[in-house]
């Protein structure tokens, strides 16, 4: 399963890993590595009048007022989200 918010659509982001280092000279430069930044990715369980849907949901929408009302049942959930996932990674 690739590493994508069902909802949101996020995904991994490439980024440098700088390590501190406390000299001034050129040659004793801190080195800097590639390194992954992924979401936090949680499997939610939404149970609708139909049965009961599981999507892998990010956790800054997890805590987003408009997942908050369609948990509660006070919005339907939107058809986007009930599509099979497409991951273009």
Same mark, same amino acid.
């Given at each position: 399963?690739?590493?994508?918010? *069902? %909802?949101?659509?996020? =995904? ?14 050129? #040659? ?13 990715? *949680? %499997?939610?369980?939404? =149970? ?14 997890? #805590? ?18 009930? =599509? ?6």
């Amino acid at each position: 399963m690739a590493k994508v918010c *069902q %909802v949101s659509g996020k =995904k991994q982001n490439s980024a440098k890993h700088i390590r501190h280092r406390h000299s001034g000279a050129w #040659k004793f430069r801190a080195p800097k590595k590639n390194r992954v930044q992924r979401p936090n990715l *949680q %499997v939610v369980t939404i =149970k609708t009048p139909t049965g009961s849907v599981r999507l892998t949901v990010a956790a800054s929408v997890l #805590k987003s007022q408009e997942m908050a009302s369609v948990i509660c049942g006070l919005k339907p959930i939107p058809k986007a989200w009930l =599509k099979k996932p497409d991951y273009n990674v």
